[in-house]
């Protein structure tokens, strides 16, 4: 803490130019609460909270009507997470809940102080916010991770419940005059819900109130920033929580073929409940004749691109068998059985790649500049949901194309142009390799636009390297044969 | 709409075509291929300088491309 003071109270000397009005304490702990801490511009009029727990993860909805306090214009709004909570929050966009069309909404993490408890997303509106007008922000975001199986290992045909922790009191870094939290539950069959005290209920009403398979927690009066009401709920989900720890997806253009090539890596786990014990076959076996609900995962649907072809799904053995294409004019769908039933805790790796005409995914955009447009992963479509821990997305354009840029309202932690070095290369080909955190299956229809320059002289490289090399192996049979490495004595020719 | 996506709408009526279909790589590499092994066999008949540009040239043009087509009919697409 020592260490820590001197920056404390730099950032409170900051904070006081920034705002006059803020107190800059001088003990050690408070200063450097009040260091971290946004500046209070902000005040929540009214705070609607939806919490969807239908899938394997949490989406969580904020619709808040904020008001500026502050004496000038102000655009940066701030929303708190737990450290070690935004490490596992993904997809956080702000819009503005009336103007839905209106665009310009940037969210990133904030780096107030790293030693603080709290971290937080800085939402930067379009425009600034005057003094005393208010604006209704809609905030999204996913949480992965944040089911857990309790009872942590169950029987293999028992039903499974999860529990889902959270704060009744929504997270915020300003004042909140009114708020409420609603939970939408996959099922009515929920075994415990912390009750909190009526006392609390802005109406004095019981605490929460349930509707059928929603559950409300609030409406709660003025609450300070930071305010925390640790509740949790319990409930039946008996279905897999796949989790897929990595995802590595590459994308191949070929001008030569006409071809797109996709292959996807996955790395999947199930988060669901442990076995208590030893896997039966028997059992398994016996239950695929009523096939109930089950913790475990059996089977991943990938929708694909209409005109998709050449399917293939490998793992570290070989071919797996088990899987099944359905392609016509109207769809192409891959279902996919893994080599074995997922249970609990169990993990699965595989390949699944896939070919298609490059015409749908490539147009040219005059002169040697072509633009690409493509799903950023795609991945299996469940009803329970999938979350990625981290997507890796490479696109491999042609040898020699240049110049590449590219769009994607996905949020990318990383970003790099390399070489990819492959069959036939004499230069490398072009390599555009992005990096997303937390991400989701609901945003599988994300596309990523890529513009790139193929210069004319690149693009016969290929057949001109083998040329020079088979034109090379004749000249030099022609010199060869040419020589005359007879023995004796050399016949004069006249 | 970000710059990107505007070019990607505005190129809207010129989706990549392929100098050579899918469909006929297959043809176009093996009759490219089997040109550039009539032509070798011809300059192995008499592989002197005088033949190089004759037959060693059109072989070596026709394998460089004829490669190129067969490779990616048989799946690999470079």
Redesign the interface.
């Known amino acids: 803490m020592r260490l820590l003071l001197p920056w404390a109270l730099l950032g409170s000397a900051v904070f006081s130019l920034a705002d006059p009005s803020a107190n800059a304490a001088q003990d050690s702990q408070k200063t450097v609460d009040s260091a971290a801490a946004p500046p209070q511009h902000f005040r929540n009029i009214n705070l609607v909270r939806n919490i969807n727990l239908e899938k394997s993860y949490a989406r969580e909805t904020i619709n808040v009507v904020v008001e500026n306090i502050d004496s000038k214009p102000q655009s940066e709004y701030y929303f708190p997470f737990e450290r070690g909570q935004i490490k596992r929050i993904g997809g956080l966009e702000a819009k503005d809940k009336k103007q839905p069309e209106r665009t310009g909404f940037t969210a990133e993490i904030a780096a107030l102080d790293q030693t603080s408890a709290t971290e937080y997303y800085k939402i930067t509106f379009p425009a600034a916010l005057k003094p005393n007008e208010q604006i209704t922000l809609s905030i999204t975001y996913v949480s992965l991770q944040s089911l857990d199986p309790l009872p942590a290992k169950i029987e293999q045909s028992d039903k499974q419940y999860v529990r889902h922790g959270f704060s009744a009191y929504a997270p915020s870094a300003y004042t909140t005059l009114k708020q409420k939290t609603k939970l939408k539950l996959p099922t009515t069959d929920v075994p415990d819900a912390v009750k909190l005290a009526a006392s609390l209920n802005a109406e004095g009403k019981e605490d929460p109130q349930r509707q059928g398979t929603t559950f409300t927690y609030g409406p709660y009066g003025e609450l300070p920033a930071g305010a925390v009401e640790e509740v949790s709920v319990r409930y039946e989900f008996t279905k897999p929580l796949t989790h897929s720890t990595r995802l590595e997806r590459d994308i191949?253009v070929?001008?030569?073929?006409?071809?797109i090539?996709f292959e996807e890596r996955h790395w999947l786990t199930n988060r669901a409940a442990e076995l208590k014990n030893q896997f039966s076959r028997v059992i398994h076996q016996q239950l695929q004749y009523y096939n109930p609900p089950t913790s475990a995962l059996k089977e991943l649907k990938f929708p694909l691109a209409v005109g998709s072809m050449?399917p293939y799904f490998t793992d570290d053995i070989g071919n797996v068998s088990t899987s099944r294409f359905r392609s016509n004019a109207r769809e192409a769908n891959l279902e996919l059985k893994p080599r074995y039933p997922l249970f609990g805790k169990w993990n699965y790796s595989f390949r699944v790649g896939w070919?298609a005409?490059?015409?749908?995914y490539?147009?040219?955009?005059?002169g040697d500049k072509?633009?690409l447009?493509v799903p950023f992963f795609e991945g299996p479509k469940q009803a329970e949901g999938v979350a990625y821990e981290k997507v890796i997305t490479r696109v491999i354009l042609p040898e020699g194309s240049t110049n590449v840029?590219?769009?994607t309202s996905l949020p990318l932690v990383d970003e790099s142009v390399t070489k990819h070095y492959?069959?036939?290369d004499t230069a490398g080909r072009t390599m555009l390799e992005l990096t997303a955190l937390n991400v989701v299956d609901d945003q599988r229809d994300i596309q990523l636009?890529?513009?790139y320059d193929y210069p004319f002289a690149a693009r016969f490289r290929?057949?001109?390297?083998?040329?020079?090399a088979?034109?090379a192996v004749?000249?030099i049979?022609?010199v060869v044969?040419?020589l005359d490495v007879s023995i004796g004595r050399k016949t004069k020719s006249s | 709409m970000s710059a990107l996506q505007e070019l990607w709408e505005a190129s809207a009526s010129q989706p990549f075509q392929p100098t050579i279909s899918k469909d006929s790589q297959f043809t176009v590499g093996a009759v490219l291929l089997l040109l550039a092994l009539i032509c070798t066999g011809l300059f192995g008949l008499n592989s002197s300088f005088k033949s190089l540009p004759i037959y060693a040239l059109p072989a070596s043009l026709a394998f460089g491309v004829g490669s190129v087509y067969m490779i990616c009919a048989v799946g690999v697409y470079v």
């Open positions: 191949e070929s001008h030569w073929g006409g071809n090539a050449d070919n005409d490059l015409a749908k490539l147009r040219g955009a005059g072509f633009v447009k840029e590219y769009t492959t069959f036939m636009v890529i513009s290929k057949p001109i390297s083998i040329f020079a088979v034109a004749f000249a049979t022609a044969r040419s």
